[in-house]
């Protein structure tokens, strides 16, 4: 699946060192990106290839999911300055042929 955030910037926001991750946390941390991306389009977001926006929100999911991975305990809601986010690509944002 194309993405609009590629493994190397994840791994840069998430501040890890893509050298010293094991192939494991690569596979993981591509998981979240394309989980994130097929997040936000079933939010209803129109997702373009050169927009910051969208990329930030797909960074900010995946730094929520690593480190909230555990599936039993105390869930977090997703920061505000990601729902706005979410919220501004819904419905500002009109749907293209540049959408990924």
């Not at 305990?73 to 540049?98: M, R, V």
Request: glycine letters at 4%; a negative charge.
């Amino acid at each position: 699946m194309d993405t609009i955030v590629s493994l190397e910037e994840a791994v840069q926001y998430l501040r890890y060192e893509l050298d010293d991750m094991e192939d494991e946390q690569k596979q993981e941390i591509q998981a979240f990106i394309v989980a994130a991306h097929i997040y936000l389009k079933n939010s209803g977001c129109a997702l373009k290839v050169d927009d910051e926006m969208a990329k930030l929100a797909i960074k900010m999911l995946i730094v929520h999911w690593d480190e909230n991975r555990e599936p039993i305990g105390e869930t977090k809601k997703l920061a505000y300055g990601l729902q706005s986010i979410i919220i501004q690509l819904q419905y500002c944002y009109d749907e293209s042929s540049d959408t990924v």
